[in-house]
């Protein structure tokens, strides 16, 4: 039920922003060629996404103590549907990492010699405000909300793996910078919060670390006419 309402904010948001970038745009194509054009610009659009990412995770004692590091890669793609200045982004994405189980004593991580792959899933929903849009460099910046799946396998013993979905939320922001009328790349920066995937036992529960998410920076390449 969160999650569905919170989609449904992030909906709002983007449906919010349309009839509000239309203000003032009444005018006669014919009388004005350049301003024709922007509303051309203020058309619907679909366009696909395919991008890489990397995530500090801010359970860094875990993730240091289980796989070495607290950084993360993510791969993924989706699509992004963009009117006048709002944009509204769905997008799927997959990390996977392997380690070794670990625990916590006196504050010092000692490793277990089992090994283990940890995969993560996110599924997110973002909406928000595309600025001077209709130019070839288009900073932006969102809101959104995510369903965040964490997959724990190890070779020891099944009953020690982990399946586990939470939600989560994300602000975004970066710019977009057009190459062509159909391709385009963008540069931004992501913060997450997943709170209650971790923290539940072992080594996270040890160490108070409960939140799935951290800061990524995204690279991505958009194909779809630009606006």
Known sequence: MIATRSVFICIAIWALAVPLSAQGRRVDPQSDPRRASVQDDDRLAVRAVGFAS??????????????????????????EVIEGPAFLDVSVSRSSKTGQRAFLYNGQAYTLNIPLTATITPFEVS?????????????????GIGSYGYFETSSSDATDDVSERHVGFLVVGGAEFRLSRLVSVA?????????????????????????????????????????
Not at 127 to 143: D, I, K, N
Request: proline share 2%.
């Open 127 to 143: 909406g928000g405000y595309r600025f001077r849009h209709g130019t070839s460099v288009v900073p932006y910046a969102g809101v």
């Open 54 to 79: 990397g995530q500090w995770f801010s359970a860094s004692t875990t993730f240091n103590a289980v796989f070495d590091d607290a950084f993360g890669r993510f791969f993924g793609g989706g699509i």
């Open 187 to 227: 540069a931004d920066a992501q913060y997450t919060r997943i709170p209650g995937i971790l923290g539940n036992a072992g080594l996270s529960k040890d160490a108070g670390e409960n939140d799935l998410g951290g800061i990524a920076v995204r690279a991505k390449v958009i194909v779809g006419f630009g606006r």
